[in-house]
């Protein structure tokens, strides 16, 4: 948890406001969802940006930290995942989260 003085606090600010997901037009063959627990084949590709790094917020000044928010790793900026159109309104609207994602299936297109 943030404040707590761990190995090393996350940046401060998460969501909507550090985040940005762009569509991608892609050919390939269909991936799964990679929400948990979902097995649709009708995706689409979106590629995680985040923003928090252009904020320029330092994580050691505790003044700045925005109460209730965590970070998002930033190695998960520039991936792309694959998913239906139910779970990427969902992530849109706040549902669901990064943490109810599969990580590990994160496809690298360039």
């Given at each position: 948890m943030?404040?707590?003085?761990?190995?090393?606090?996350?940046?401060?600010?998460?969501?909507?406001?550090?985040?940005?997901?762009?569509?991608?037009?892609?050919?390939?063959?269909?991936?799964?969802?990679?929400?948990?627990?979902?097995?649709?084949?009708?995706?689409?590709?979106?590629?995680?940006?985040?923003?928090?790094?252009?904020l320029n917020v330092n994580p050691s000044v505790e003044e700045k930290w925005v109460s209730g928010m965590g970070a998002i790793h930033e190695s998960l900026n520039r991936k792309c995942l694959p998913l239906c159109s139910d779970h990427i309104n969902d992530l849109y609207m706040g549902k669901i989260t990064l943490q109810d994602i599969d990580c590990t299936s994160f496809v690298d297109v360039d």
């Amino acid at each position: 948890m943030m404040g707590d003085q761990n190995l090393s606090d996350p940046r401060p600010v998460d969501g909507a406001l550090s985040l940005a997901l762009i569509r991608l037009a892609y050919d390939e063959p269909s991936y799964s969802c990679i929400a948990h627990f979902c097995d649709r084949m009708d995706t689409v590709f979106y590629r995680v940006r985040l923003l928090q790094n252009r904020l320029n917020v330092n994580p050691s000044v505790e003044e700045k930290w925005v109460s209730g928010m965590g970070a998002i790793h930033e190695s998960l900026n520039r991936k792309c995942l694959p998913l239906c159109s139910d779970h990427i309104n969902d992530l849109y609207m706040g549902k669901i989260t990064l943490q109810d994602i599969d990580c590990t299936s994160f496809v690298d297109v360039d």
